[in-house]
């Protein structure tokens, strides 16, 4: 039923192993230069609980920079077999090194998320994201032959030649930025097939913040299941947490992690339940291990258990990056909240791209929304009811009005990886 019964393995236990590997994973990053000074007076016989990791310090992305390249490896550099890069959404990359056992890890840590949605051996898996210095490509690709599946690394874009591919060797299982599941649902038909008939069950989404409203509308237009897969690549890529069949929220590895969610402003824990900021150790990692690693990624741990029987504690969609939130006449936004607004409306197509201009003293938010054809009609003030109400909508649920542009469908720019949902125009004349 499970892919390792470390997934439903008793907490009590679960929470002993997170203590003796995070005692390890203490005494081996100190072998790192990095480490080596920054946890020189810790002992590791003073951890009993996993609630004992708030003793050490956090890492964050600018100690990672400043120990850019080696740091944090506890390892001779001939020990490393891979290097991947962060895309660098926001700001200088980091590289993270990889020894051959951690490349190992991984691949188990990857086969089983897939596996925990449903994937097994006799599927088919297309990788059609990039591949390269992004995780997601290599990531995925080695994790599903782990698990067994035929695996075609299509790569991204070319829609044309992943649509053959699909169709000619019986793809059951992609793997997709959610952003483009959307547009390729549409290219799909558009190139005369009926997305009913593809072969395809299951669409692994991630990499991305995307609201449950966007994941509906996936599965809708694309006929699929798909799955929510956070990782980054500062704890290894992909693999980090999962959907299981439920889809009420991400696994998270415990035997391979340990997570804590803190209020930003205070480094404290938050209350069960309560969204904060994830921070997370690796405790599982041979060359490279990374403490307390603020994510700045925003989300909850889900209180109760889940339906599958796994005890490893489920995380909630990310509801973005602590960077992303955007301040508007004095209210705090994320591009998230406008994402579930409009993908929440049937009229409403596949792209949207937040701006911020500045006209006269104030700021302004405009908010350019791609819709469907069939909706786009020649009826001026049919178009013009459609979208004052997308506007009301909006600012239900932000708080201000935005002025909202209505475009035609595949109109708006698309990113070749993670979508760009914000642009900041206010420093432009
Ligand atoms: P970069 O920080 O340059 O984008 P990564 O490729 O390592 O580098 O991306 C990791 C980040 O991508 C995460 O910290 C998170 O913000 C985002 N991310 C990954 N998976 C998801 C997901 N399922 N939902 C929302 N955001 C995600
Ligand atoms: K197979
Ligand atoms: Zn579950």
């Given at each position: 039923?499970?892919?390792?019964?470390?997934e439903?393995?008793?907490?009590a236990?679960?929470?002993?192993?997170?203590?003796?590997?995070l005692?390890?994973?203490?005494?081996?990053?100190?072998?790192?230069?990095f480490?080596?000074?920054?946890?020189?007076?810790?002992n590791?016989e003073?951890?009993?609980t996993?609630?004992?990791?708030?003793?050490?310090?956090?890492?964050?992305?600018?100690?990672?920079r400043s120990?850019?390249?080696h740091?944090?490896?506890?390892?001779?550099?001939?020990d490393?077999?891979?290097?991947?890069?962060?895309?660098?959404t926001?700001?200088?990359?980091t590289a993270?090194?990889?020894?051959?056992?951690?490349?190992?890890?991984?691949?188990d840590?990857?086969?089983?998320s897939?596996?925990?949605?449903?994937?097994?051996k006799?599927?088919v898996?297309?990788n059609?994201?990039?591949?390269?210095?992004?995780?997601?490509?290599?990531?995925?690709h080695?994790?599903?032959?782990?698990?067994?599946?035929?695996?075609i690394?299509?790569?991204?874009?070319?829609?044309k030649?992943?649509i053959?591919?699909?169709?000619?060797?019986?793809v059951?299982?992609?793997?997709?930025?959610?952003?483009?599941?959307l547009?390729?649902?549409?290219k799909v038909?558009?190139a005369?097939?009926?997305?009913?008939?593809?072969?395809?069950?299951?669409?692994?989404?991630?990499?991305?913040?995307?609201?449950?409203?966007?994941?509906?509308?996936i599965?809708?237009?694309?006929?699929?299941?798909?799955?929510?897969?956070y990782?980054?690549?500062?704890m290894?890529g992909?693999?980090?947490?999962?959907?299981?069949?439920?889809?009420?929220g991400?696994?998270?590895?415990?035997?391979?992690?340990?997570?804590?969610?803190?209020n930003?402003?205070t480094g404290?824990?938050?209350?069960?339940?309560?969204i904060?900021?994830?921070v997370?150790?690796?405790?599982?990692?041979?060359?490279?291990?990374?403490i307390?690693?603020?994510?700045?990624d925003?989300?909850?741990?889900?209180?109760?258990?889940?339906?599958?029987?796994?005890?490893?504690?489920?995380?909630?969609r990310?509801?973005?990056?602590?960077?992303?939130?955007?301040?508007l006449k004095?209210?705090?936004?994320?591009?998230?909240?406008i994402?579930q607004?409009?993908?929440?409306?049937?009229?409403?197509?596949?792209n949207?791209?937040i701006?911020l201009?500045r006209?006269?003293?104030?700021?302004?938010?405009?908010?350019?929304?791609?819709i469907?054809?069939?909706?786009?009609?020649?009826?001026?003030?049919?178009?013009?009811?459609?979208?004052k109400?997308?506007?009301k909508?909006?600012c239900?649920?932000i708080?201000?009005t935005p002025?909202?542009?209505?475009?035609?469908?595949?109109?708006?720019?698309?990113?070749?990886?993670?979508?760009?949902?914000?642009?900041?125009?206010?420093?432009?004349?």
């Amino acid at each position: 039923m499970y892919y390792d019964p470390v997934e439903a393995m008793d907490r009590a236990a679960l929470e002993e192993l997170q203590v003796e590997r995070l005692k390890e994973t203490i005494a081996n990053a100190r072998k790192s230069p990095f480490y080596g000074a920054r946890l020189a007076g810790v002992n590791p016989e003073d951890f009993k609980t996993p609630a004992d990791i708030t003793k050490l310090p956090f890492t964050t992305k600018d100690d990672l920079r400043s120990q850019y390249p080696h740091g944090l490896l506890t390892r001779p550099l001939d020990d490393f077999v891979r290097l991947h890069a962060s895309s660098g959404t926001t700001g200088t990359p980091t590289a993270v090194f990889y020894t051959q056992k951690d490349l190992d890890t991984w691949a188990d840590l990857m086969a089983r998320s897939m596996h925990c949605c449903g994937c097994r051996k006799s599927d088919v898996c297309q990788n059609m994201s990039g591949y390269g210095l992004f995780t997601g490509g290599l990531g995925i690709h080695y994790g599903a032959e782990r698990l067994g599946m035929l695996t075609i690394p299509a790569g991204a874009g070319n829609t044309k030649r992943q649509i053959k591919l699909i169709r000619d060797h019986n793809v059951s299982v992609l793997h997709i930025i959610p952003s483009f599941a959307l547009y390729f649902a549409q290219k799909v038909e558009e190139a005369g097939y009926n997305v009913k008939e593809m072969p395809w069950r299951i669409a692994l989404i991630g990499a991305e913040p995307h609201t449950e409203e966007a994941r509906r509308k996936i599965e809708e237009m694309m006929h699929i299941k798909a799955y929510n897969s956070y990782g980054l690549s500062e704890m290894n890529g992909p693999g980090v947490a999962f959907e299981c069949v439920e889809q009420k929220g991400m696994h998270l590895w415990e035997d391979a992690y340990i997570a804590e969610i803190i209020n930003p402003d205070t480094g404290e824990h938050v209350a069960e339940g309560e969204i904060g900021e994830l921070v997370m150790t690796t405790i599982l990692r041979d060359g490279m291990p990374i403490i307390r690693y603020r994510t700045r990624d925003l989300t909850r741990f889900i209180p109760g258990q889940c339906g599958c029987g796994r005890t490893h504690r489920r995380i909630d969609r990310i509801a973005g990056r602590a960077d992303d939130m955007m301040i508007l006449k004095g209210v705090n936004i994320y591009p998230m909240q406008i994402e579930q607004t409009l993908m929440a409306m049937p009229e409403v197509g596949q792209n949207y791209l937040i701006e911020l201009v500045r006209e006269g003293v104030s700021d302004q938010m405009r908010v350019k929304v791609e819709i469907k054809d069939e909706f786009f009609v020649e009826d001026m003030r049919a178009l013009q009811g459609l979208q004052k109400q997308i506007a009301k909508n909006l600012c239900n649920e932000i708080l201000i009005t935005p002025r909202v542009e209505l475009c035609q469908s595949d109109s708006i720019p698309k990113a070749e990886g993670k979508a760009v949902r914000v642009v900041d125009r206010r420093g432009e004349e």
